[in-house]
């Protein structure tokens, strides 16, 4: 079977970094993406990684390990409207995304 | 529109009745997502659409549930015989193209309430 694995909940405090760590076991593997859900709102694309190594978006880094079957999200300088649910996705094949259960991020003044 | 719009934002629903919920993509975006979100919990890949055709429909949890894309570009997603545990947020999402490496855009979502 295919299984994401991701923390259910973190917190951090404001100006600090966060790093939301995502293994996984899928059948097929082109990609990992990154979204991130507010309360009651829409998810929203925040980065996607084919090759292994870090990819840097403003604040956001995403970072792959095809050998590891593992990938993180690292989010600095935290922002109190950073507060989000965090999803890793893995693209099983094309542009078909098998989602984790989410990573609830606190973040405290 | 500019995102993608999904109606009713919420319904509300007696058991055994059915429902229809609509998507309205990304204008030009030709691939078509459909998923199911529970409280607290991931996104369910329910079918997309590769233009008008769901080459997989493996995903949708059972034949109560179908959906269908017209002109390329709304679908509606029905289910049959509600019952409780089809109450969910119905999420929609379009991309430009079905292949590798394209974001997903979703809209709001139906949030879906079975009595």
């Known amino acids: 079977g295919q299984s994401l694995e991701q923390p259910s909940e973190v917190t951090a405090v404001e100006g600090a970094i966060v790093q939301i760590n995502c293994t996984y076991q899928?059948?097929?593997?082109?990609?990992l993406s990154w979204y991130q859900q507010h309360d009651g709102g829409a998810p929203t694309f925040l980065s996607y990684n084919a090759l292994d190594g870090l990819e840097e978006t403003g604040r956001f880094s995403s970072f792959l390990s095809r050998s590891d079957s593992y990938g993180y999200l690292l989010l600095q300088e935290l922002q109190m409207k950073d507060s989000a649910s965090y999803f890793c996705?893995?693209?099983?094949?094309?542009?078909?995304?098998?989602f984790g259960t989410g990573t609830r991020l606190t973040v405290i003044p | 529109g500019a995102g993608v719009s999904q109606s009713p934002s919420n319904k509300v629903t007696e058991k055994g009745k059915d429902v229809e919920l609509r998507c309205d993509p990304i204008?030009?975006?030709?691939?078509l997502y459909w998923y199911r979100q529970s409280l607290g919990q991931g996104l369910e890949f329910l079918i997309y659409f590769q233009g008008n055709s769901a080459p997989d429909k493996s995903g949708l949890p059972s034949d109560r549930f179908s959906a269908e894309r017209t002109g390329g570009s709304v679908s509606t997603l029905t289910i049959q015989r509600t019952q409780q545990e089809d109450s969910a947020v119905y999420l929609c999402?379009?991309?430009?193209?079905?292949?590798?490496?394209?974001?997903?855009?979703f809209g709001d979502g139906t949030r879906l309430s079975i009595l």
């Open positions: 999402a379009s991309s430009l193209r079905w292949e590798n490496n394209q974001p997903q855009h």
């Open positions: 996705a893995v693209e099983t094949g094309a542009n078909n995304l098998f």
């Open positions: 204008s030009g975006h030709t691939a």
């Open positions: 899928t059948s097929g593997f082109y990609g």
